[in-house]
């Protein structure tokens, strides 16, 4: 599922990082819309179902984009920029993400994401300020496993004052253009949401379109 962010739920895996493996493309504008069953985003349920969009801009391992979604409540907006890049063979990104809503769904969220990838491992890391009321530190930081190009294991965690973790298993698997995606997921109870939605085991399927 490797596009610029792996924000491409389309494909089932939903860590919205840059792709480190992403694959060359004729043009350097890509565009994707979608569907998912449940909006599930580190672990955390958002809302029940939504249609998303994105576009992405790279060039010499430069890459801005926005990615979007309905949710209960309005609408989810992101926008990231970054430079992705290779060192001894290991493929690595550096970058800057913003997660904005309307309708108060929730408050904004800003971070400074990196990572790297060798041969089918990824550790992906984020450090961000949650602008409520009185801002909150966070840090995410997760490590996956490609078993196949198209099956991957992972484990994230939230640190400083956002509490929880996930293990998750997304499975991705492109049919005549277009991308289906399944994710199950298994959060703490000091994960943050409602009551059912937290220690609990879900499945969210995506299909999508990449142009």
Known sequence: MKQILMV????GSFPKTYALEKEPVDSNITYNVGVMSD???RGVFQSESAVM??????????YVGTWMADVDKGLEYDVYAGYGFTVLGVDSYIGATGYYYTDDFDSDYQEINTG????????DYS????????????TWTQVSYAIMDNLIVSYGEWGKELNGSVYKVNFNKTVQGLDLGVEVG???SDTTGADK??????????LGLAF
Do not use: P
């Open 8 to 11: 491409l739920l389309l494909l």
């Open 39 to 41: 909006y599930w985003y």
């Open 53 to 62: 969009f994105g576009a992405d801009y790279e060039k010499n391992g430069i």
């Open 116 to 123: 790297v990838s060798y041969s089918g491992f990824s550790v």
């Open 127 to 138: 450090i961000g300020e949650y602008k409520t009321a009185k801002t909150q530190d966070y």
């Open 186 to 188: 298994k959060n703490d």
């Open 197 to 206: 939605y937290v220690d609990t085991t879900y499945a969210t399927f995506s």
